[in-house]
């Protein structure tokens, strides 16, 4: 079983649904909780970034995570044809940037 | 520059050839770190250099993959006598320390045939 498990999708919306993403893990140890936008042929954008249990807020985007039940979620609200792209989320434990992440959501907004 | 640079962007390469895959962080940052994305896969941790720190090597799959930094610039990822399932894109990430995320470069793809 790996560590961190995403649906990869596809996940295909129309402009303006709202988009729920989620990640479970195993690891009861992470402590710091990342969401990455990732376009096709480039590098991973971080988008939000959080730590511990609770909810974020960043404009369109929401990031909530549930400790209890090792669960995090991505809202988008209000979502756009820019919005297409590989969605990725992304563990630690100590905070820093070796990271474990899950092998990601692509997500299509349509017209 | 203005991000993480990484060259080349493309590397097509034989089955046991060496290869040398190079970035070059934001200035100032004094973390970096690599990883490999294989298709359909999430990216994997293969190794971190904070400062003149020794390196957190703990990723790399084999003796085969090595890197190197000097200082807080430029690292270069090497993998000898590379093989077919080395096929990958390579990402590597700088930040200005352990504690911050990371910016990523946008990655090297690396093909062997």
């Known amino acids: 079983q790996k560590e961190v498990e995403q649906d990869p999708g596809p996940l295909s919306v129309p402009e303006g649904a709202i988009v729920s993403l989620n990640c479970t893990y195993s690891?009861?140890?992470?402590?710091?909780f990342m969401w990455y936008r990732q376009y096709s042929r480039k590098g991973p954008e971080l988008l939000m970034y959080?730590?511990?249990?609770g909810n974020k807020e960043d404009g369109r985007f929401t990031a909530q995570v549930d400790k209890s039940s090792k669960y995090i979620s991505l809202f988008i609200r209000d979502s756009q044809p820019s919005d297409s792209a590989t969605y990725l989320c992304?563990?630690?434990?100590?905070?820093?940037?070796?990271?474990?992440f899950g092998t990601g959501t692509q997500l299509k907004v349509e017209l | 520059g203005a991000g993480v640079s990484q060259s080349p962007s493309n590397k097509v390469t034989e089955k046991g050839k060496d290869v040398e895959l190079r970035c070059d962080p934001i200035?100032?940052?004094?973390?970096l770190y690599w990883y490999r994305q294989r298709l359909g896969q999430g990216l994997e941790f293969l190794i971190y250099?904070?400062?003149?720190?020794?390196?957190?090597k703990s990723g790399l799959p084999s003796d085969r993959f090595s890197a190197e930094r000097t200082g807080e610039s430029v690292s270069t990822l090497t993998i000898q006598r590379t093989q077919q399932e080395d096929s990958a894109v390579y990402l590597c990430?700088?930040?200005?320390?352990?504690?911050?995320?990371?910016?990523f470069g946008q990655g090297t793809r690396l093909t062997v045939v």
């Open positions: 250099f904070q400062g003149n720190s020794a390196p957190d």
């Open positions: 690891n009861s140890a992470f402590q710091y």
């Open positions: 200035s100032g940052h004094t973390a």
């Open positions: 959080t730590y511990s249990s």
């Open positions: 992304a563990m630690s434990a100590g905070g820093g940037n070796k990271l474990t």
């Open positions: 990430a700088s930040s200005l320390d352990y504690g911050t995320p990371g910016f």
